[in-house]
């Protein structure tokens, strides 16, 4: 089944900050985000979940549209 797309548009996230020293919820979340490695980009789909993960951790990261 496809999945259905937030509002079409994709957001590049860059991890620009190590969560190491952050709490475990926050190291989970950038793990769930598919960041492994400092500068690493993943691109996502827009949707009201992937918004609620990025402001869990805006601090380490860069979002571009």
Do not use: C, W, Y
């Not at 190491?20 to 500068?39: C, E, N, S, W, Y």
């Amino acid at each position: 089944m496809p999945k259905k797309s937030g509002s079409g548009k994709n957001l590049q996230v860059t991890l620009i900050k190590s969560p190491i020293g952050f709490p475990k919820d926050q190291k989970a979340t950038v793990k769930a985000l598919g960041l492994r490695r400092m500068h690493q980009t993943v691109e996502h789909i827009d949707t009201p979940a992937l918004r609620g993960m990025l402001t869990k951790v805006i601090h380490l990261l860069k979002i571009q549209e």
